[in-house]
């Protein structure tokens, strides 16, 4: 089975601290996705990737970074913390751009303090 | 904008009562769409998806879905809900750029046993 794996389960860190979410999949997709998900809102896209050293924005991708140096490896940085990024990341990697198989890591929770 | 929208955030059902989860979707063309489910702590897991074709798709765990382009809906169903379907189901879309894929707000679904 395909495994995406989110390197912290929970992270609490202090406003303006610079914050690296990790995600690693084991299955040599090309793409992958970092969502932010908030209650009522459900899954909002921040950036996502098709390539090494690839990236594009998506819907809310104010405040964040994205890394993609290695194939199974895409990491989302904020760069200066904020109290209205705590919250849940979740990060996802597919073989098609189109839905069709998306596998989703467990998240990691953010707290900003 | 194409979107996704679950009109109801919140359902109780009792246990072997069925259930019915509405998604509505707002894409020009006929849309790929999706259903996930996430179990508390868990990422998030495909129950089924709908390309084309028979308008009636079957997925995991007993659920089935169906589209109907001229309501622009594709509720969740299933017959006989178990306790340990209690979660928060997402209905999903790919745009018709296809390369990206959009969440509904998302429904819990609680279940009295």
């Known amino acids: 089975d395909v495994k995406v794996t989110q390197s912290s389960r929970y992270l609490v860190k202090r406003t303006g601290e610079k914050v690296f979410l990790e995600c690693v999949q084991d299955?040599?997709?090309?793409?992958m996705f970092w969502y932010r998900q908030d209650p009522g809102l459900g899954l909002r896209l921040i950036y996502f990737s098709y390539d090494v050293k690839m990236k594009e924005k998506g819907d809310i991708p104010e405040g964040y970074s994205v890394s993609r140096e290695k194939k199974e490896r895409f990491s989302l940085i904020l760069e200066s913390a904020s109290t209205n990024q705590t919250s849940m990341y979740l990060c996802a990697s597919s073989s098609d751009r189109g839905g069709y198989g998306y596998t989703f890591g467990s998240g990691t929770r953010l707290t900003v303090v | 904008a194409q979107s996704v929208t679950q009109p109801d955030i919140h359902i109780t059902v009792s246990e072997g009562a069925s259930l019915e989860l509405r998604c509505n979707y707002s894409?020009?063309?006929?849309?790929?769409l999706f259903w996930y489910v996430q179990s508390p702590g868990q990422g998030l897991q495909l129950l089924l998806k709908y390309f084309s074709g028979d308008t009636l798709v079957q997925g995991i765990k007993g659920f089935e879905a169906e589209f109907k382009r001229s309501q622009s809906s594709f509720n969740l169903r299933k017959p006989s809900v178990h306790w340990s379907d209690a979660a928060e189901y997402f209905c999903a879309g790919v745009n018709n750029a296809g390369n990206m894929l959009t969440f509904g707000g998302g429904t819990r679904l609680m279940v009295k046993p």
């Open positions: 894409y020009g063309a006929t849309p790929y």
């Open positions: 299955m040599d997709h090309e793409n």
